[in-house]
Antibody, heavy 125, light 112 residues
Framework: EVQLVESGGGLVQPGRSLRLSCTAS????????MSWVRQAPGKGLEWVGF??????????EYAASVKGRFTISRDDSKSIAYLQMNSLKTEDTAVYYC????????????????WGQGTLVTVSS | QSVLTQPPSVSAAPGQKVTISCSGS????????VSWYQQLPGTAPKLLIY???KRPSGIPDRFSGSKSGTSATLGITGLQTGDEADYYC?????????????FGGGTKLTVL
């Protein structure tokens, strides 16, 4: 059974940093890209960024709203994906989900076939 | 402001059919497959449709997807009260050198 479990959320002051973890099980973690998607309170889904599998270079892409502040990394030996969030702003307050990404054959696109339960990040003074 | 446009809400009676639209552009829906996600109250989103019209194992055939040009549609037949949820379309946007994930703003389905 595929499972994704996020951790590391909490209350943090503006300008500070926080690192989220996504621990995966039930599949060969290294074979998949992983995304982070967030949802502000009462709002819709926002794709934050993703990291490709090592087979596709292990490279990362980010939404414009977090580029330069957030960094996604992965440890395939531990089946964990990370989201390092620096220079946090109040507008980063959201539930953060990690997803397992499936590549669409013949394209550079992905869809998200499994989601974790999410972890809440609150940025407030 | 979401890249993809969905109606904020739709409603229908139990047993009826409803459709939810998702409008984009040539850089996203027009050139990429669309997926749909269901988010029941207080839970994480779940994949409902991928590659425009395919259903993952376990998703009933009451749910269907289609795409035409720069728009996509989710259809739900035989509505049940348990279908009350928020529905999101998603795809990849290739307007920049590297593709990025994008979602619609979500549609709240009410089963009257």
């Amino acid at each position: 059974e595929v499972q994704l479990v996020e951790s590391g959320g909490g209350l943090v002051q503006p300008g500070r940093s926080l690192r989220l973890s996504c621990t995966a099980s039930g599949f060969t973690f290294g074979d998949y890209a992983m995304s982070w998607v967030r949802q502000a309170p009462g709002k819709g889904l926002e794709w934050v960024g993703f990291i490709r599998s090592k087979a596709y270079g292990g490279t990362t892409e980010y939404a414009a709203s977090v580029k330069g502040r957030f960094t996604i990394s992965r440890d395939d030996s531990k089946s964990i994906a990370y989201l390092q969030m620096n220079s946090l702003k109040t507008e980063d307050t959201a539930v953060y989900y990690c997803t397992r990404d499936v590549a669409v054959a013949g394209t550079e696109a992905y869809y998200f076939d499994y989601w974790g339960q999410g972890t809440l990040v609150t940025v407030s003074s | 402001q979401s890249v993809l446009t969905q109606p904020p809400s739709v409603s229908a009676a139990p047993g009826q059919k409803v459709t939810i639209s998702c409008s984009g552009s040539s850089s996203n829906i027009g050139n990429n497959y669309v997926s749909w996600y269901q988010q029941l109250p207080g839970t994480a989103p779940k994949l409902l449709i991928y590659e425009n019209n395919k259903r993952p194992s376990g998703i009933p055939d009451r749910f269907s997807g289609s795409k035409s040009g720069t728009s996509a549609t989710l259809g739900i037949t035989g509505l049940q009260t348990g279908d009350e949820a928020d529905y999101y379309c998603g795809t990849w946007d290739s307007s920049l050198s590297a593709g990025l994930g994008v979602f619609g703003g979500g549609t709240k389905l009410t089963v009257l």
